[in-house]
C-alpha cells in the first residue's frame, strides 16, 4: 500500500504539469483554405505566422476616397499590417431594394488601396456595428419599417438584412486571401448577447458558409467583456474575440488612471485555448458627447497616451494576444446624419492620427511597437510561461534599489526557437515612480542569468513597460543572448544581419551577443558605452549608459550591423518595405509575404515608401513644414548599391559619416511657402430667408400628409388623435424635419401641446402662422442629464389665430439621429418626430411633414447620399450646393446673424479660392471665434457636403 500511494503521488504531480503545459509548443491547426489556417497561437497566412497588428478606420467617415491611401500608408508605415472596417448598411443600403457601393461607400476600392499599401483587412459589416453612428448603422428604412425586433430571426428583419449580406459577400469573395485579396476575417454583427443573438447569428454565418457564397475566411465575433459569447454553441463563431476599454468611454475623472486588468491570459485559457487570442477592439481613445463640459479629444489623447499605450498594449501582449486591433486608430467626421446623439460631429477619438490625418506621440509610440512585432517573426508563437504572481522559477525580480517591488514581469517563450520575451512594467501600473531591478532569466546555454550583468540595472520609467528578450534571432545567421535595450528593427539590409536598438537616454541598456564577421567598426569604450568580452564565453555585452543622444553603429562588420539611438532619435525613423519591382504577387507589397527589404530613414515627418531602381534610392514621404522650413536632415542605413537619394523626386546628396559605418547623412530642403487662410468672418457673404413655410401665402400642398394610424416603431404616441407623426414613417429620419399642423380657427385656441422627440440634445422651434411660439429642447452634457423628448404648452396669442380661416402650427425639428440597439431592446428604433399633438380645444384638420427631398427612398443626391441633407427649404432647393446662383441673393455679414430678432432660419453661402500649392498637404478647420453659449445651430455645408454640426451652446 505504501509502495503505491508513493507512486500515485508522482503520476498526480506529472498530470498536474501535463494539464497546465499542454499546450506548449504543440498548435491545434485549422485550415480555412491554403492561405488561411489558424491554431492555438496564431493566425497563418500563407504558411506564414502573423502578429495581426491592426488599426480601426472607417472609410465612410472619411467620404474621399483618394484620401484612403493617406491613411493607409501612415498605418503602414508605424509596422502595422492590418485594418479593421466597419461597413455601414444604413449608407450602403439607404432604401429598400438598393445597393450602392459607388464613391466613399465603394469596399473594391478600399481592398484594393489596403492591398496595395500591404495590409490585411477584417471586415466588419454588421448589419449592426454599433460604432456611435445613428441607429448603429441600420437603414433608417428599416428601423421605420421592420415590425418585429432586429436582431433576432424576425422573417421581416431576415429578408431586411439578407440581401445587404449578400451583396458584401458578392463585393468581397474576389478579394479575400485566397483569391489575391487582403481580406482575411469577417466580423458577425457587432457586441451580442449569445442567449438573444444565438439564432440570429447562426442565420448570418449560414449565408457565408453557404458554399454557393465563396467565402473562405474565418467568421469572427467581438465579445463586449470576458462573457464567453458565440465560442461555442448555437451561432458560434470560428474565431473568439474581446472588446477591451480600460480608461473606459465616460471620463468622469481624467486624472485617474485605471489599472491593468490581470485576467485576460487566464480568460483566455479557459475560455477558447484551441483558438489565438484576439481582441478586436482594444482602447486607443474615445468618443465624446454633445454639451458645454464635454470632455474633448485632447484630453481624450491625454488619458489615453503613448504611456497608456506602452503599459495597456505591452500588457495585452504578455496575455498572449496574436491578433490585437486599436480602435480607432485614424476616427475621422461623423459627417451628415452619421452620428447617433450621443456624439457630434468630430469622431477624432483621441486616436494616434488625428481627425486632420496628422500624426501624434500616440502615433510615434506605436511605430515602435509595430516595428519591434514586424522585425519579431518568434514572437507569433509564444507559450506563456508564468508572471511574477504566478510560479514563474525564473523571471525573478531582484530590486536594485527601492521599491522592493519594482517590476512585474510575464514569460513568454518560443519553443521552436527557443526566444524569450520578458514583457516587464512596473509593480503597480498605475505607478509614476522610476523603478529599477534585474530579472533572472534561463537562457539557451542552460545558464541562469541575472541581467543586466554589467549595467547596473533595467530601468523603467513611470507607466512604461518593455520587451526584454533572450536568445532573439535577427537577419539569417545573428541571435541576441539577451538585450535589456528594445528592438526597433531585425532584419536583413544588404544581406548584412541589421539590428537597431534603441532606449530612453536617462537610462542604461545592455545588449550580449556573439558579434562575428569581420568588424569595420566596434564602439569604444567611454563615458557612453562599455564593451566586456570576457565575462561570457563567445559572447560580447555592450552596455549603453545613461546619457547618450543620438544615433551609433555599435558594431559593424561584414555579417552584422548593431545600431543603438536614444528614443527620441529612433522616433524619427522609418523602414519602407521595399517591394520588388514588376512583380506579379498580388501581395508584393506585404512586408515579410512580398518582400523582407528595407531601408532606415531617420528624420522626416513621415516616410510613406521606397524604391531602389539600380543606384538610387526613391523615398517619397512628408516633411513637417510648420516647424521643418530650414530644410530636414535625414539619415539613411540602405545597401552599398545606393549610390544617390531621391525625395518626393528631388535629388537629395548623401553623405558618408566616418569611421566606415553604413550610416549616410543627407539634408532635404524645404521650400517656405506661405498658406493663405481665408478669413471667413471678413468674407462676402450672401443671405436668403429658409424659412417661407411660416408666410401667409406659403403652399405645403405637394408635402407629404402625415395621416398614418399604425406605425412599426414601437413606442405609442404619447397623446393626440390617433394619427402617426413620426418622420421615419414617411420617409424623413434625419437632420432638419419640418412639420405643418392645419386647424380652423374657432377663436377660443389658447394654447397647443407639444410633445417632440429629436433625441439627445435635440430642438425645435414653433410659430402659429406666422408668430414665432417658443423653442423647446433637449439635452445631453456629455452623455448624462439626456433628454431626448420634451412635453410643452405652447400659448397661442390671439392677435396672430385668423379665427374662421385654417391656422397652421409650423414645427422646425432638429434631429439629433437614431439611438443604437443594445441587445434585446429596439432603442434603435427611436419614434423620431412629435408624439403628442393637442389644441385646447378643436383638433387638427391635416398634418404635413416635409424632410429632405424624396425621403429615404428618392433622395436625389446619390453622391452624397441618404445621410447628407435635411428638410431645410434651402436645402430643398439645393441651396447649399456648389455652383447655386446666389446673385439674386442680399449681401448680409455673417456674424449679424439672422435678420429675425426672434428665430428664424437663413443660409449663408460664401464662396472662397483656398489656392493650396501643389503638393502640400495643410490640415484645416472652422474655427469659431465667439463664446460658447448662444442658443443657435449651424449646418455647415462644404461644397455640399455636410461637414459640421454647431449647436452653439452645447458644443
Ligand atoms: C464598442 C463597439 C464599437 C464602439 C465602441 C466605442 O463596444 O463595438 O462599435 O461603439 O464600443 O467607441
Known amino acids: 500500500m505504501k509502495l503505491i500511494s508513493l507512486i500515485i503521488f508522482p503520476v498526480c504531480a506529472w498530470m498536474l504539469s501535463f494539464t497546465l503545459q499542454r499546450t506548449l509548443g504543440q498548435s491545434t491547426l485549422k485550415t480555412f483554405s491554403p492561405d488561411l489556417q489558424f491554431d492555438n497561437y496564431s493566425l497563418i497566412l500563407k504558411d506564414q505566422r502573423i502578429f495581426l497588428h491592426s488599426g480601426e478606420f472607417h472609410t465612410f467617415r472619411l467620404p474621399v476616397p483618394s484620401l484612403w491611401p493617406d491613411i493607409l500608408d501612415k498605418i503602414k508605415a508605424a509596422g502595422f499590417n492590418a485594418i479593421s472596417v466597419y461597413a455601414h448598411m444604413g449608407l450602403i443600403n439607404p432604401s429598400p431594394g438598393v445597393m450602392d457601393f459607388d464613391g466613399y461607400r465603394s469596399l473594391s476600392a478600399l481592398y484594393e488601396a489596403a492591398r496595395l499599401a500591404g495590409l490585411w483587412i477584417v471586415l466588419r459589416p454588421g448589419p449592426y456595428i454599433n460604432g456611435e453612428t445613428t441607429a448603429g448603422g441600420l437603414p433608417h428604412w428599416v428601423t421605420s419599417q421592420i415590425r418585429s425586433e432586429l436582431r433576432t430571426t424576425a422573417a421581416d428583419w431576415n429578408a431586411a438584412w439578407t440581401p445587404y449580406i449578400q451583396a458584401i459577400i458578392g463585393q468581397t469573395k474576389q478579394s479575400q486571401i485566397s483569391n489575391g485579396g487582403p481580406v482575411i476575417a469577417i466580423q458577425i454583427d457587432n457586441e451580442y448577447d449569445q442567449e438573444e443573438g444565438g439564432p440570429y447569428f447562426a442565420e448570418i454565418e449560414a449565408l457565408y458558409r453557404d458554399p454557393q457564397s465563396g467565402i473562405d475566411v474565418p467568421l469572427t465575433h467581438n465579445d463586449p467583456g470576458m462573457l464567453n459569447a458565440f465560442i ?226 533595467i530601468d523603467l520609467d513611470g507607466r512604461e513597460s518593455k520587451v526584454v528578450t533572450t536568445d532573439y534571432a535577427f537577419g539569417s545567421k545573428s541571435r541576441i543572448l539577451y538585450s535589456t535595450a528594445s528592438i526597433f528593427f531585425a532584419g536583413s539590409i544588404d544581406g548584412i544581419d541589421t539590428l537597431f536598438l534603441y532606449g530612453d537616454s536617462n537610462q ?155 550610416i549616410r547623412t543627407g539634408r532635404i530642403s524645404n521650400t517656405k511657402v506661405s498658406i493663405p487662410v481665408p478669413d ?138 437614431i439611438n443604437e440597439a443594445k441587445p434585446v431592446n429596439d432603442d434603435a428604433k427611436s419614434p423620431r418626430g412629435i408624439r403628442g399633438f393637442q389644441l385646447n380645444t378643436g383638433n387638427f384638420t391635416e398634418w404635413k411633414v416635409q424632410g429632405k427631398v424624396g425621403g429615404y427612398a428618392n433622395y436625389p443626391d446619390k453622391v452624397r447620399g441618404v445621410l447628407n441633407e435635411g428638410g431645410l427649404f434651402g436645402e430643398r432647393q439645393g441651396w447649399h450646393l456648389p455652383g447655386f446662383n446666389t446673385s439674386s441673393w442680399i449681401s448680409r455679414n455673417i456674424s449679424a446673424g439672422l435678420p429675425s430678432s426672434e428665430a428664424g432660419v437663413g443660409f449663408f453661402v460664401t464662396t472662397f479660392d483656398l489656392s493650396m500649392p501643389k503638393s502640400y498637404d495643410v490640415p484645416m478647420s472652422f474655427t469659431f471665434l465667439e463664446p460658447m453659449g448662444q442658443p443657435y445651430r449651424m449646418y455647415i455645408f462644404v461644397n455640399g457636403w455636410m461637414m459640421g454640426k454647431r449647436v452653439a451652446n452645447l458644443g
Open 232 to 457: 461555442n454553441g448555437t451561432g458560434a463563431v470560428d474565431l473568439y474575440g474581446m472588446d477591451a476599454y480600460p480608461q473606459g468611454l465616460v471620463a468622469s475623472n481624467l486624472s485617474i488612471w485605471n489599472p491593468i486588468e490581470m485576467g485576460y491570459h487566464t480568460y483566455h485559457e479557459e475560455a477558447n485555448p484551441s483558438q489565438p487570442w484576439y481582441s478586436p477592439e482594444f482602447q486607443s481613445g474615445a468618443f465624446d458627447g454633445w454639451g458645454p463640459d464635454a470632455t474633448g479629444y485632447e484630453d481624450w489623447r491625454a488619458v489615453t497616451d503613448a504611456d497608456f499605450e506602452s503599459v495597456f498594449y505591452l500588457h495585452t501582449w504578455a496575455s498572449n494576444a496574436k491578433l490585437v486591433n486599436y480602435y480607432m486608430l485614424y476616427g475621422g467626421t461623423s459627417w451628415g446624419a452619421l452620428p447617433y446623439p450621443g456624439v457630434y460631429t468630430s469622431y477624432d477619438y483621441g486616436a494616434a492620427i488625428t481627425e486632420a490625418r496628422t500624426l501624434t506621440k500616440k502615433y510615434t509610440e506605436l511605430k515602435l511597437q509595430g516595428m519591434f512585432l514586424r522585425s519579431s517573426p518568434e514572437f507569433c508563437k509564444t507559450d506563456w510561461i508564468g508572471t511574477t504572481s504566478s510560479n514563474l522559477t525564473e523571471g525573478a525580480i531582484v530590486p536594485t534599489g527601492p521599491p522592493s517591488s519594482p517590476a512585474f514581469v510575464t514569460f513568454l517563450k518560443n519553443f521552436d526557437t527557443g526566444a524569450g520575451f520578458w514583457i516587464v512594467r512596473q509593480n503597480d501600473s498605475t505607478s509614476l515612480a522610476l523603478s529599477s531591478f534585474k530579472l533572472n532569466v534561463t537562457t539557451s546555454g542552460g545558464e541562469r542569468l541575472t541581467i543586466p550583468l554589467i549595467a547596473s540595472s
Open 680 to 817: 471667413l468672418a471678413k468674407a462676402a457673404w450672401k443671405f436668403n430667408d429658409s424659412l417661407p413655410e411660416v408666410q401667409a401665402d406659403f403652399d405645403d400642398s405637394d408635402w407629404v400628409v402625415a395621416n398614418h394610424t399604425t406605425t412599426n416603431i414601437p413606442f405609442p404616441m404619447y397623446y393626440g388623435d390617433g394619427r402617426i407623426l413620426y418622420g421615419c414613417d414617411y420617409g424623413f429620419c434625419e437632420n432638419v424635419v419640418l412639420w405643418r399642423g392645419h386647424f380652423n380657427a374657432t377663436g377660443s385656441e389658447k394654447s397647443v401641446n407639444l410633445s417632440i422627440n429629436g433625441g439627445a440634445a435635440f430642438a425645435a422651434s414653433v410659430w402659429l402662422n406666422d408668430k414665432f411660439l417658443n423653442t423647446t429642447f433637449g439635452n445631453s452634457t456629455n452623455n448624462a442629464n439626456v433628454i431626448e423628448e420634451t412635453d410643452e404648452k405652447f400659448d397661442l396669442p390671439t392677435n396672430a389665430l385668423l379665427v374662421g380661416q385654417d391656422n397652421v402650427i409650423t414645427i422646425v425639428q432638429d434631429n439629433m439621429g
Open 508 to 662: 542604461e541598456h545592455e545588449v550580449a551577443l556573439d558579434l562575428s564577421g569581420n568588424a569595420t567598426s566596434t564602439i569604444k569604450n567611454d563615458t557612453h558605452f562599455q564593451l566586456s568580452s570576457n565575462v561570457l564565453p563567445s559572447t560580447t555585452i555592450i552596455t549603453v549608459k545613461s546619457g547618450f543622444q543620438g544615433l551609433i553603429p555599435l558594431y559593424e562588420s561584414n555579417i552584422q550591423s548593431i545600431f543603438f539611438a536614444d528614443k527620441d532619435t529612433v522616433s524619427t525613423f522609418w523602414a519602407p518595405t521595399i517591394a520588388p519591382t514588376n512583380s506579379s504577387d498580388p501581395f508584393a507589397n506585404y512586408w515579410s509575404f512580398g518582400t523582407n527589404e528595407t531601408v532606415l530613414v531617420g528624420g522626416p515627418y513621415l516616410v510613406r515608401s521606397a524604391v531602389i531602381t539600380g543606384t538610387e534610392l526613391a523615398l517619397r514621404g512628408d516633411l513637417n513644414a510648420s516647424n521643418e522650413l530650414q530644410g530636414t536632415s535625414l539619415t539613411l542605413i540602405a545597401p552599398t548599391i545606393v549610390h544617390s537619394l531621391t525625395w518626393n523626386g528631388e535629388r537629395v546628396s548623401l553623405e558618408s559619416t566616418e569611421n566606415g559605418s553604413r
